[in-house]
């Protein structure tokens, strides 16, 4: 099996800062990509932003600029630091990892549980 557990998400006013963290542990051959995922009520969950294992990053055009994703590949860990926040980010956080479990197998998505960020105005 493999766990993603994700933490950091809470409560900040417009303007402010979060930095959310989400480690991989289980069954990880190779994690080929990690990345942030949000669903905000009443609406399809989005990419926030995406990095691979050799550090290629992606992003959403709404975030760019003000969200930064790292990743430690010997903790299988990724980071979302992010700035400026918006009303408009407040959404449930969703971390993905691709993710091979032996070398035998094909990469498969796992997700997190979800963690709350709430920006108010």
């Known amino acids: 099996q493999v766990q993603l557990v994700e933490s950091g998400g809470g409560l900040v006013q417009a303007g402010g800062s979060l930095r959310l963290s989400c480690a991989a542990s289980?069954?990880?051959?190779?994690?080929?990509?990690m990345g942030w995922y949000r669903q905000a009520p009443g609406k399809q969950r989005e990419l926030v932003a995406t990095?691979?294992?050799?550090?290629?990053?992606n992003y959403a055009d709404s975030v760019k600029g003000r969200f930064t994703i790292s990743g430690d590949n010997a903790k299988n860990t990724v980071y979302l630091q992010m700035n400026s926040l918006k009303p408009e980010d407040t959404a449930v956080y969703y971390c993905?990892?691709?993710?091979?479990?032996?070398?035998?197998?094909?990469?498969?998505?796992?997700w997190g549980q979800g963690t709350q960020v709430t920006v108010s105005s």
């Open positions: 993905n990892a691709d993710v091979r479990r032996s070398a035998l197998s094909t990469s498969a998505d796992y």
């Open positions: 289980g069954s990880l051959f190779s994690i080929n990509a």
């Open positions: 990095i691979t294992r050799l550090g290629r990053t």
